[in-house]
């Protein structure tokens, strides 16, 4: 988890209203992405990012978007939130392949629990 | 499309050997990694093998590769209770603007004192 935050690491809400979460990062990585994780799933790709307002949609973005400004933070908005949203979420970075970290290896942040009433 | 399985569960006693078992489907596969997932944490990186490779030696930790039948296992000498966890593989492949991770559902394993 060094260098990836995650906030709110807690949140419940209401059906209907919109939730915003934030990944920020100190390694200067390139890529970040945003997964979710629900039992019997594994971790199933949001959206994704390559670059300072570069995203793309992963597996699963419907019900989702999200927003780069700037390197290190990377926010996933649900724009109206509903009960089958409610996951626990994600954070991941990685350098770009070939650099000097060699691989395209993904590190997590310590995940957001969200409960969607 | 990509699919990576794994069986759900796994119980081992304390001092023996774990392996945990995997298949993924697209050949095209770069690396391939194993991730532990302790409760109410993140995931965090165990190893990785490139596709080029048969076995990787990481203190108590073996990956063996089988790209034939596109079978990957991990090895856990000496298991001890604190590696009591969810264990996940994922395959790596190039999606869209930036290599995309494919993961199992996870096994979870249980060491037994």
């Known amino acids: ?117 | 499309g990509e699919d990576v399985e794994q069986s759900l569960f796994l119980s081992v006693r304390e001092g023996d050997s774990s392996v945990i078992n995997c298949t993924y489907t697209d050949s095209s596969s770069t690396y391939l990694y194993w991730y532990k997932q302790e409760p109410g944490a993140g995931l965090q990186l165990l190893t990785y093998i490139f596709s080029n490779m048969d076995m990787k030696q990481d203190q108590r930790l073996t990956v063996l590769l089988n790209k034939k039948d596109k079978h990957l296992s991990l090895r856990i000498a000496d298991t001890q209770t604190g590696d009591s966890a969810i264990y996940f593989c994922a395959e790596s492949l190039l999606s869209g603007s930036a290599r995309q991770l494919t993961f199992g559902s996870g096994t979870q394993l249980t060491v037994l004192p």
């Not at chain 1, 919109?18 to 994780?37: A, D, G, I, K, S």
């Not at chain 1, 990012?49 to 933070?73: A, F």
């Not at chain 1, 996951?87 to 000097?100: E, H, K, L």
Request: aromatic residues 10%; glycine residues 10%.
């Open chain 1, 1 to 117: 988890d060094a260098g990836i935050t995650q906030s709110p690491r807690h949140k419940v809400t209401e059906t209907g209203t919109p939730v915003t979460l934030r990944c920020h990062q100190t390694e200067n990585h390139r890529y970040m992405y945003w997964y979710r994780q629900d039992p019997g799933h594994g971790l199933r790709l949001i959206h994704y990012s390559y670059g300072v307002k570069d995203t793309d949609k992963g597996e699963v973005s419907d019900g989702y978007s999200v927003s780069r400004s700037k390197t290190e933070d990377f926010l996933l908005t649900l724009e109206s939130a509903t009960s089958s949203q409610t996951s626990v979420y994600f954070c991941a970075i990685s350098d770009a392949p070939g650099t000097a970290s060699g691989t395209d290896t993904q590190y997590f942040g310590p995940g957001t629990r969200l409960t969607v009433l």
